[in-house]
Nanobody
Framework: QVQLVESGGGLVQPGGSLRLSCAVS????????IGWFRQAPGKEREGVSC????????YYEDSVKGRFTISRDNAKNTVYLQINSLKPEDTGVYYC??????????????????WGQGTQVTVSS
């Protein structure tokens, strides 16, 4: 079983930056990819980025391209999400999750089976 713990959220002004962390423990070799998702109040959880464990290939949702960067530190078993130029619409709870098998639709949350508890990001002046 894989455990994930997110951190790094907070209150930030528009245009600001945050770095979210996802610490992974357990059977860390037993996943194909880690994804970051966010859920705004009253909205469904949506995929924002993903990184594959085999080759480090990354994926981004269109609205965050150029502003979000996903990366990993294998020595620390941690995946990061650097988020820059934050906008109010980026507000939400950010979750990381592992996916055991390859999926064409990396943003499909149904493909992910282990989830962290989430970290709140609030963008407001």
């Amino acid at each position: 079983q894989v455990q994930l713990v997110e951190s790094g959220g907070g209150l930030v002004q528009p245009g600001g930056s945050l770095r979210l962390s996802c610490a992974v423990s357990g059977f860390t070799l037993d996943y194909d990819a880690i994804g970051w998702f966010r859920q705004a109040p009253g909205k469904e959880r949506e995929g924002v980025s993903c990184i594959r464990s085999s080759d480090g290939r990354t994926y981004y949702e269109d609205s965050v391209k150029g502003r979000f960067t996903i990366s990993r530190d294998n020595a620390k078993n941690t995946v990061y999400l650097q988020i820059n130029s934050l906008k109010p619409e980026d507000t939400g709870v950010y979750y990381c999750a592992t996916r055991r098998f390859y999926a064409i639709r990396w943003y499909d949350r149904r493909q992910y089976d282990n989830w962290g508890q989430g970290t709140q990001v609030t963008v407001s002046s």
